[in-house]
T-cell receptor, first 110, second 112 residues
Framework: DTEVTQTPKHLVMGMTNKKSLKCEQH?????MYWYKQKAKKPPELMFV???????INESVPSRFSPECPNSSLLNLHLHALQPEDSALYLC?????????FGQGTRLTVV | EDKVVQSPLSLVVHEGDTVTLNCSYE??????LLWYKQEKKAPTFLFML????IEKKSGRLSSILDKKELSSILNITATQTGDSAIYLC????????????FGQGTRLTINP
């Protein structure tokens, strides 16, 4: 099983809403990532969790709040987002030099 | 700061041509270099390279790593319109934490 599952696939939210993105993997990978990707740009790293601890936060605004409840799950809590936060949000996991991506959540902030 | 640079950023060729995409990197504690193909959604994994000079091959795609030159190339022979995509190079490093850093990508367009 080389699958990373993200839900939901699409999300439209207002600027005052609170929502969460979810990511799950059962490959036993101990590093999990959130990336943000705008159209025609490469993925930009947001957060890295290593062994369920936040190890990298790439100066992401506090309206994005990651959480790693266990070694298989990664959440991204969203609150008071701006329209410019609309993007494809990708989750990935890695171990031993490989990296696998979920299908992403396409987020639109209205 | 870790850096991955791809070239060219954009390439348009005719079906049947052969293309070479380039990736160079400067990272601390290099572990591997990964190539991905991205069409409409998430990047899909193509190759993982860890050792210099050993070519990885999958059908019409092949890739090789040069650790001395800190670079890699991705070759696609006999291109087809279905090869049109963004090709992303990423470097996996460990410095305190595991990290995957991406290049800007090469947008490849294959015209019939």
């Amino acid at each position: 099983d080389t699958e990373v599952t993200q839900t939901p696939k699409h999300l439209v939210m207002g600027m005052t809403n609170k929502k969460s993105l979810k990511c799950e993997q059962h490959m036993g990978h101990r590093a999990m990532y959130w990336y943000k990707q705008k159209a025609k740009k490469p993925p930009e790293l947001m957060f890295v969790y290593s062994y369920e601890k936040l190890s990298i936060n790439e100066s992401v605004p506090s309206r994005f709040s990651p959480e790693c409840p266990n070694s298989s799950l990664l959440n991204l809590h969203l609150h008071a987002l701006q329209p410019e936060d609309s993007a494809l949000y990708l989750c990935a996991s890695s171990q031993h030099g490989t990296g696998f991506f979920g299908q992403g959540t396409r987020l639109t902030v209205v | 700061e870790d850096k991955v640079v791809q070239s060219p950023l954009s390439l348009v060729v005719h079906e049947g041509d052969t293309v070479t995409l380039n990736c160079s990197y400067e990272v601390t504690n290099f572990r591997s270099l990964l190539w991905y193909k991205q069409e409409k959604k998430a990047p899909t994994f193509l190759f993982m390279l860890t050792s210099s000079g050993i070519e990885k091959k999958s059908g019409r795609l092949s890739s090789i790593l040069d650790k001395k030159e800190l670079s890699s190339i991705l070759n696609i022979t006999a291109t087809q319109t279905g090869d049109s995509a963004i090709y992303l190079c990423a470097v996996y490093s460990i410095q305190g934490a595991q990290k995957l850093v991406f290049g800007q990508g090469t947008r490849l367009t294959i015209n019939p």
